[in-house]
Protein backbone atom coordinates (compact mmCIF):
# COMPACT_ATOMS: atom_id res chain seq x y z
CA UNK A 1 0.00 0.00 0.00
CA UNK A 2 0.92 3.61 -0.88
CA UNK A 3 2.92 4.84 2.34
CA UNK A 4 2.80 8.38 1.27
CA UNK A 5 -0.76 8.04 0.80
CA UNK A 6 -0.82 7.00 4.54
CA UNK A 7 0.79 9.07 5.77
CA UNK A 8 -0.99 12.37 4.76
CA UNK A 9 -3.57 10.73 6.63
CA UNK A 10 -1.83 10.68 9.92
CA UNK A 11 -1.22 14.04 9.12
CA UNK A 12 -4.77 15.57 8.56
CA UNK A 13 -7.67 14.21 10.34
CA UNK A 14 -9.71 13.79 7.12
CA UNK A 15 -8.97 15.08 3.74
CA UNK A 16 -10.41 15.11 0.11
CA UNK A 17 -8.54 12.50 -2.56
CA UNK A 18 -11.08 12.66 -4.85
CA UNK A 19 -14.41 14.37 -5.92
CA UNK A 20 -16.19 11.42 -5.21
CA UNK A 21 -14.79 10.15 -1.54
CA UNK A 22 -13.53 11.94 1.98
CA UNK A 23 -11.29 9.34 3.72
CA UNK A 24 -10.41 9.96 7.53
CA UNK A 25 -8.74 8.22 10.48
CA UNK A 26 -11.05 7.40 13.20
CA UNK A 27 -10.79 4.98 16.25
CA UNK A 28 -13.57 3.29 15.37
CA UNK A 29 -11.98 1.75 12.81
CA UNK A 30 -11.91 -2.41 13.86
CA UNK A 31 -15.31 -1.72 14.63
CA UNK A 32 -16.68 -0.33 11.46
CA UNK A 33 -14.50 -3.02 9.72
CA UNK A 34 -16.17 -5.67 11.86
CA UNK A 35 -19.29 -4.40 10.89
CA UNK A 36 -18.87 -4.26 7.18
CA UNK A 37 -18.19 -8.05 7.14
CA UNK A 38 -17.84 -10.62 9.81
CA UNK A 39 -16.17 -12.83 7.30
CA UNK A 40 -12.46 -12.86 7.08
CA UNK A 41 -11.11 -14.38 3.54
CA UNK A 42 -7.26 -13.93 4.48
CA UNK A 43 -7.50 -16.92 7.42
CA UNK A 44 -8.96 -19.04 4.39
CA UNK A 45 -6.12 -18.31 2.06
CA UNK A 46 -3.18 -18.77 4.78
CA UNK A 47 -5.07 -22.20 5.08
CA UNK A 48 -5.09 -22.75 1.64
CA UNK A 49 -1.11 -21.74 1.24
CA UNK A 50 -0.59 -23.60 4.01
CA UNK A 51 -2.11 -27.32 2.59
CA UNK A 52 -0.92 -26.11 -1.01
CA UNK A 53 2.63 -27.88 -2.39
CA UNK A 54 5.64 -25.33 -3.26
CA UNK A 55 5.05 -23.67 -6.72
CA UNK A 56 2.08 -25.59 -7.80
CA UNK A 57 0.31 -23.36 -10.12
CA UNK A 58 2.89 -20.86 -11.04
CA UNK A 59 2.17 -22.03 -14.55
CA UNK A 60 -0.70 -19.85 -15.04
CA UNK A 61 1.54 -16.70 -14.17
CA UNK A 62 3.46 -17.09 -17.38
CA UNK A 63 -0.23 -17.14 -19.53
CA UNK A 64 -0.50 -14.84 -22.37
CA UNK A 65 -3.74 -14.62 -20.87
CA UNK A 66 -2.84 -13.77 -17.43
CA UNK A 67 -0.34 -11.24 -18.45
CA UNK A 68 -2.71 -9.44 -20.47
CA UNK A 69 -4.94 -9.14 -17.90
CA UNK A 70 -2.03 -8.24 -15.85
CA UNK A 71 -0.49 -5.97 -17.65
CA UNK A 72 -3.87 -4.50 -19.16
CA UNK A 73 -3.60 -1.21 -18.33
CA UNK A 74 -0.74 -0.18 -20.41
CA UNK A 75 -2.41 -2.11 -23.39
CA UNK A 76 -5.55 -0.69 -23.24
CA UNK A 77 -5.07 2.77 -24.14
CA UNK A 78 -8.24 5.26 -22.43
CA UNK A 79 -10.04 3.06 -21.18
CA UNK A 80 -8.08 1.46 -18.97
CA UNK A 81 -7.74 -1.70 -20.43
CA UNK A 82 -10.98 -3.18 -19.49
CA UNK A 83 -11.37 -5.69 -22.52
CA UNK A 84 -9.02 -7.47 -19.86
CA UNK A 85 -10.77 -6.90 -16.64
CA UNK A 86 -11.46 -10.39 -16.14
CA UNK A 87 -9.87 -13.31 -16.30
CA UNK A 88 -11.83 -16.36 -15.60
CA UNK A 89 -9.79 -19.45 -14.93
CA UNK A 90 -12.31 -22.19 -15.31
CA UNK A 91 -12.33 -26.69 -15.06
CA UNK A 92 -14.44 -29.17 -13.50
CA UNK A 93 -12.56 -30.70 -10.25
CA UNK A 94 -10.49 -33.47 -10.52
CA UNK A 95 -9.07 -33.24 -13.56
CA UNK A 96 -5.32 -33.47 -12.75
CA UNK A 97 -4.90 -29.85 -12.38
CA UNK A 98 -2.98 -30.31 -8.65
CA UNK A 99 -0.64 -33.33 -11.01
CA UNK A 100 0.10 -30.53 -13.29
CA UNK A 101 1.08 -27.77 -11.20
CA UNK A 102 2.77 -29.70 -9.32
CA UNK A 103 5.37 -31.03 -11.85
CA UNK A 104 5.69 -28.19 -14.30
CA UNK A 105 7.46 -25.88 -12.52
CA UNK A 106 10.23 -28.53 -11.79
CA UNK A 107 10.14 -29.17 -15.52
CA UNK A 108 10.82 -25.55 -16.16
CA UNK A 109 13.47 -25.25 -13.34
CA UNK A 110 12.18 -21.65 -12.10
CA UNK A 111 9.10 -21.01 -9.23
CA UNK A 112 7.44 -18.43 -7.37
CA UNK A 113 7.46 -18.20 -3.27
CA UNK A 114 4.21 -18.84 -1.79
CA UNK B 1 -9.37 -31.71 -4.82
CA UNK B 2 -8.10 -28.09 -3.47
CA UNK B 3 -6.88 -27.77 -7.13
CA UNK B 4 -9.17 -24.84 -8.10
CA UNK B 5 -8.04 -22.41 -4.67
CA UNK B 6 -4.37 -23.70 -4.77
CA UNK B 7 -4.70 -21.70 -8.53
CA UNK B 8 -6.44 -18.48 -6.87
CA UNK B 9 -3.76 -18.96 -3.65
CA UNK B 10 -0.92 -18.89 -6.56
CA UNK B 11 -2.49 -15.65 -8.15
CA UNK B 12 -3.00 -14.08 -4.83
CA UNK B 13 0.19 -14.49 -3.74
CA UNK B 14 1.77 -13.35 -6.93
CA UNK B 15 -0.53 -10.12 -6.69
CA UNK B 16 0.65 -9.84 -2.32
CA UNK B 17 4.19 -9.85 -4.03
CA UNK B 18 3.55 -7.03 -6.48
CA UNK B 19 2.43 -4.68 -3.70
CA UNK B 20 5.87 -4.16 -1.88
CA UNK B 21 6.63 -0.37 -3.22
CA UNK B 22 3.29 -0.07 -5.28
CA UNK B 23 0.16 1.78 -5.49
CA UNK B 24 -1.51 -2.07 -5.52
CA UNK B 25 -4.33 -3.20 -3.92
CA UNK B 26 -5.43 -7.05 -3.39
CA UNK B 27 -8.54 -8.10 -1.91
CA UNK B 28 -9.53 -12.25 -2.16
CA UNK B 29 -12.65 -14.23 -1.36
CA UNK B 30 -12.97 -17.47 -1.33
CA UNK B 31 -16.33 -19.45 -1.68
CA UNK B 32 -16.74 -22.35 -0.27
CA UNK B 33 -20.16 -24.51 -0.34
CA UNK B 34 -20.55 -25.34 3.10
CA UNK B 35 -20.22 -21.64 4.50
CA UNK B 36 -22.92 -20.87 1.68
CA UNK B 37 -25.41 -19.04 4.31
CA UNK B 38 -22.74 -16.72 6.20
CA UNK B 39 -21.37 -16.00 2.48
CA UNK B 40 -24.17 -13.61 1.22
CA UNK B 41 -23.51 -10.76 -0.95
CA UNK B 42 -23.45 -8.28 1.92
CA UNK B 43 -21.03 -10.17 3.70
CA UNK B 44 -18.44 -11.13 0.71
CA UNK B 45 -18.64 -7.47 -0.97
CA UNK B 46 -18.57 -6.01 2.52
CA UNK B 47 -15.08 -8.40 3.54
CA UNK B 48 -13.72 -7.07 0.10
CA UNK B 49 -14.52 -3.18 1.18
CA UNK B 50 -12.77 -3.88 4.32
CA UNK B 51 -10.16 -5.33 2.90
CA UNK B 52 -9.69 -2.76 0.93
CA UNK B 53 -9.82 -0.36 3.53
CA UNK B 54 -7.77 -1.89 5.88
CA UNK B 55 -5.02 -1.58 3.44
CA UNK B 56 -5.55 2.39 3.19
CA UNK B 57 -5.65 2.60 6.74
CA UNK B 58 -8.53 5.28 6.27
CA UNK B 59 -12.23 5.05 6.53
CA UNK B 60 -14.43 6.78 3.95
CA UNK B 61 -16.55 9.44 5.65
CA UNK B 62 -19.43 8.24 4.60
CA UNK B 63 -18.91 4.74 6.00
CA UNK B 64 -18.43 6.31 9.60
CA UNK B 65 -21.61 8.37 9.69
CA UNK B 66 -23.53 5.40 8.36
CA UNK B 67 -22.06 3.22 10.90
CA UNK B 68 -22.87 6.13 13.70
CA UNK B 69 -26.38 6.20 12.58
CA UNK B 70 -27.30 2.75 12.59
CA UNK B 71 -26.75 2.29 16.05
CA UNK B 72 -29.64 4.19 16.79
CA UNK B 73 -31.72 1.43 14.77
CA UNK B 74 -33.01 -1.14 16.83
CA UNK B 75 -30.40 -3.88 16.83
CA UNK B 76 -28.11 -2.22 14.63
CA UNK B 77 -28.24 -2.09 10.47
CA UNK B 78 -26.12 -3.49 7.85
CA UNK B 79 -24.45 -1.21 5.13
CA UNK B 80 -26.85 -2.18 2.35
CA UNK B 81 -25.05 -3.57 -0.94
CA UNK B 82 -26.09 -0.67 -3.13
CA UNK B 83 -23.57 1.03 -0.40
CA UNK B 84 -20.98 -1.03 -0.21
CA UNK B 85 -20.72 -1.29 -3.64
CA UNK B 86 -20.55 2.53 -4.62
CA UNK B 87 -17.80 2.46 -2.23
CA UNK B 88 -16.04 -0.09 -3.25
CA UNK B 89 -15.86 1.47 -6.61
CA UNK B 90 -14.88 4.55 -5.28
CA UNK B 91 -11.78 2.73 -3.13
CA UNK B 92 -10.51 0.90 -6.26
CA UNK B 93 -10.21 4.06 -8.06
CA UNK B 94 -7.78 5.51 -5.62
CA UNK B 95 -5.52 2.93 -7.19
CA UNK B 96 -4.92 -0.06 -9.00
CA UNK B 97 -6.58 -2.61 -7.26
CA UNK B 98 -6.97 -6.32 -7.89
CA UNK B 99 -10.03 -8.53 -6.64
CA UNK B 100 -9.87 -12.23 -6.54
CA UNK B 101 -13.01 -14.39 -6.25
CA UNK B 102 -12.53 -18.17 -5.95
CA UNK B 103 -15.28 -21.17 -6.96
CA UNK B 104 -17.99 -18.59 -7.74
CA UNK B 105 -19.87 -22.06 -8.39
CA UNK B 106 -19.83 -22.85 -4.66
CA UNK B 107 -21.64 -19.72 -4.44
CA UNK B 108 -25.54 -19.97 -4.19
CA UNK B 109 -26.82 -19.12 -7.56
CA UNK B 110 -29.23 -16.37 -7.00
CA UNK B 111 -26.22 -15.01 -5.05
CA UNK B 112 -23.90 -15.51 -7.62
CA UNK B 113 -25.99 -13.30 -10.10
CA UNK B 114 -25.77 -10.24 -7.08
CA UNK B 115 -22.33 -10.63 -6.67
CA UNK B 116 -21.44 -10.26 -10.57
CA UNK B 117 -23.72 -7.70 -11.32
CA UNK B 118 -22.19 -6.11 -7.84
CA UNK B 119 -18.05 -6.93 -9.40
CA UNK B 120 -19.91 -5.55 -12.90
CA UNK B 121 -20.67 -2.20 -11.26
CA UNK B 122 -17.32 -1.98 -9.40
CA UNK B 123 -15.49 -2.07 -12.69
CA UNK B 124 -17.66 0.42 -14.42
CA UNK B 125 -17.01 2.86 -11.85
CA UNK B 126 -13.34 2.21 -11.94
CA UNK B 127 -12.22 0.52 -15.14
CA UNK B 128 -8.81 -0.15 -14.10
CA UNK B 129 -9.13 -2.23 -11.45
CA UNK B 130 -8.53 -6.35 -12.41
CA UNK B 131 -10.85 -9.15 -10.92
CA UNK B 132 -9.76 -12.79 -11.24
CA UNK B 133 -11.96 -15.68 -11.12
CA UNK B 134 -12.28 -19.06 -10.71
CA UNK B 135 -15.12 -21.57 -11.16
CA UNK B 136 -16.58 -24.65 -13.00
CA UNK B 137 -17.23 -24.55 -16.44
CA UNK B 138 -20.93 -24.25 -16.29
CA UNK B 139 -20.98 -20.66 -14.50
CA UNK B 140 -18.57 -18.93 -17.16
CA UNK B 141 -21.39 -18.26 -19.55
CA UNK B 142 -23.43 -16.18 -16.73
CA UNK B 143 -20.36 -14.64 -15.69
CA UNK B 144 -19.34 -13.20 -19.38
CA UNK B 145 -23.23 -12.36 -19.74
CA UNK B 146 -22.86 -10.24 -16.46
CA UNK B 147 -19.29 -8.74 -16.56
CA UNK B 148 -19.84 -7.53 -20.19
CA UNK B 149 -17.15 -7.94 -22.80
CA UNK B 150 -13.92 -7.84 -20.45
CA UNK B 151 -13.94 -10.99 -19.55
CA UNK B 152 -10.72 -13.45 -20.83
CA UNK B 153 -11.78 -17.88 -20.10
CA UNK B 154 -8.61 -19.82 -19.89
CA UNK B 155 -10.00 -23.74 -19.43
CA UNK B 156 -8.13 -25.85 -17.19
CA UNK B 157 -9.66 -28.91 -18.61
CA UNK B 158 -8.39 -28.78 -21.47
CA UNK B 159 -4.76 -28.77 -20.81
CA UNK B 160 -4.08 -33.14 -21.86
CA UNK B 161 -2.10 -31.77 -24.06
CA UNK B 162 0.16 -30.29 -21.65
CA UNK B 163 0.49 -33.57 -19.95
CA UNK B 164 1.21 -35.36 -23.53
CA UNK B 165 4.19 -32.48 -23.78
CA UNK B 166 5.17 -33.64 -20.11
CA UNK B 167 5.24 -36.78 -20.49
CA UNK B 168 7.13 -36.29 -23.45
CA UNK B 169 10.02 -34.53 -22.16
CA UNK B 170 10.26 -37.05 -19.69
CA UNK B 171 10.15 -39.94 -21.87
CA UNK B 172 13.33 -38.13 -23.47
CA UNK B 173 15.44 -37.75 -20.54
CA UNK B 174 14.86 -41.62 -20.13
CA UNK B 175 18.24 -42.79 -17.74
CA UNK B 176 17.52 -46.47 -19.24
CA UNK B 177 16.23 -46.01 -23.06
CA UNK B 178 16.83 -49.58 -23.67
CA UNK B 179 14.12 -50.67 -21.70
CA UNK B 180 11.70 -48.26 -23.91
CA UNK B 181 9.97 -49.28 -27.18
CA UNK B 182 7.45 -47.21 -29.31
CA UNK B 183 4.67 -49.51 -28.30
CA UNK B 184 5.23 -49.18 -24.32
CA UNK B 185 5.80 -44.70 -24.81
CA UNK B 186 3.26 -44.88 -26.76
CA UNK B 187 0.94 -46.77 -24.09
CA UNK B 188 2.30 -44.01 -21.58
CA UNK B 189 1.63 -41.06 -23.28
CA UNK B 190 -2.16 -42.19 -23.84
CA UNK B 191 -3.15 -43.77 -20.93
CA UNK B 192 -1.35 -41.75 -18.15
CA UNK B 193 -3.31 -38.49 -19.35
CA UNK B 194 -6.71 -40.80 -19.46
CA UNK B 195 -6.24 -41.93 -15.98
CA UNK B 196 -5.51 -38.44 -14.83
CA UNK B 197 -9.01 -37.25 -16.35
CA UNK B 198 -10.51 -40.13 -14.57
CA UNK B 199 -9.36 -39.34 -10.74
Known amino acids: ?114 | MLTGHYDSSVVVDYLCDQVMGQDLAVACFYYDFASREAQSPINMLGSLLKQLLSGLGAIPVEIVQKFRGQKRAIGGRRLQLPDIVKMCAAVTSLQRTFICVDALDECVPRHRLEVLGALGQILRGSPNTRIFMTGRSHIRGVSERELGGKTTSISIASREDDIVTYLRARLGQDTTPEAMDSSLENDIVKNIPEEISET
Not at chain 1, 1 to 25: C, E, K, P
Not at chain 1, 84 to 110: D, Q, T
Request: charged share 25%; with cysteine.
Open chain 1, 1 to 114: MSRAFTDNINSFNSFNVSGDIILTATDDEPKILAWLSPLEPQVRHQDICEQRVDNVGNWLLETKEFRGWYDGRENGGENGGSDHAVLFCYGEPGVGKSYIWYERPSMRNEGHDC
